[in-house]
């Protein structure tokens, strides 16, 4: 059972148009919802993360839209640029479990083009 | 960058063999986790810990086991390694609190031949 489904498997984009990734969860209880980013042969590093009370959180370049009725969340980047290019990941966890591990989507591989 | 370090960071081994992977965290937090990376799956759970001595199951633990004796020292052992367990690993830290950001290794590629 996939508990976050994320769309789409990869995204081509301009260099300055707007990326836009969706996710959707099945688990209510999930509270936090990061967006992480991965480089090739790195890590996923934690790009920006909301919680259910607000429906919007902007850092710079990119915005996260919650919408918890709906139990979907999407990433946006603005004015995307070539080092954007990267595979990105939706997450959720409850945090009142005791051990916020993550949930995962299956990722989307992004490649901003010039 | 967050004071983690996996070892190895490239393996291949033989179908049967154990094999254990090595986090080593300079952080000192509390909660320690081990995930796997393969194309089409994302990054999923395989065991975490939220405390010396304490440990848990995730999504996809047939096969592995982990131990965690010191707070920065958290090891996942494939008890007999099997060509499905070909995959990246990545070991994961974070503190105590909702919402806490979880930092990442920079992965071990394993390869069982």
């Known amino acids: 059972q996939q508990q976050v489904k994320q769309s789409p498997q990869s995204l081509i984009v301009q260099k300055g148009g707007i990326s836009i990734i969706n996710c959707a969860y099945e688990n209510t209880a999930f509270d936090y919802f990061p967006w992480y980013q991965q480089f090739p042969g790195k890590g996923p590093a934690l790009l920006i993360a909301i919680r259910p009370d607000v429906s919007e959180k902007k850092e710079g370049r990119f915005t996260i839209s919650f919408n918890k009725s709906a139990k979907q969340f999407s990433l946006h980047i603005m004015d995307s640029q070539p080092g954007d290019s990267a595979t990105y990941f939706c997450?959720?966890?409850?945090?009142?479990?005791?051990?916020?591990?993550?949930?995962f989507g299956k990722g989307t591989k992004l490649s901003v083009i010039p | 960058d967050a004071g983690i370090t996996q070892s190895p960071r490239h393996k291949v081994t033989e179908t049967g063999t154990p094999v254990t992977l090595r986090c080593h965290q300079t952080?000192?937090?509390?909660?320690m986790y081990w995930y796997r990376q393969d194309p089409g799956h994302g990054l999923r759970l395989i065991h975490y810990?939220?405390?010396?001595?304490?440990?848990d199951k995730g999504e996809v633990s047939d096969g592995y086991s982990v131990s965690r004796s010191k707070t920065e020292d958290f090891l996942l052992t494939l008890e007999s390694a099997t060509s499905s367990q070909t995959s990246v690993y990545f070991c994961?830290?974070?503190?105590?609190?909702?919402?806490?950001?979880?930092?990442f290794g920079q992965g071990t590629r394993l390869t069982v031949v």
């Open positions: 997450a959720a966890s409850i945090g009142g479990a005791g051990s916020y591990q993550l949930t």
């Open positions: 810990s939220y405390g010396v001595k304490d440990t």
């Open positions: 952080e000192n937090h509390r909660y």
């Open positions: 994961a830290i974070s503190d105590s609190g909702v919402g806490t950001e979880a930092f």
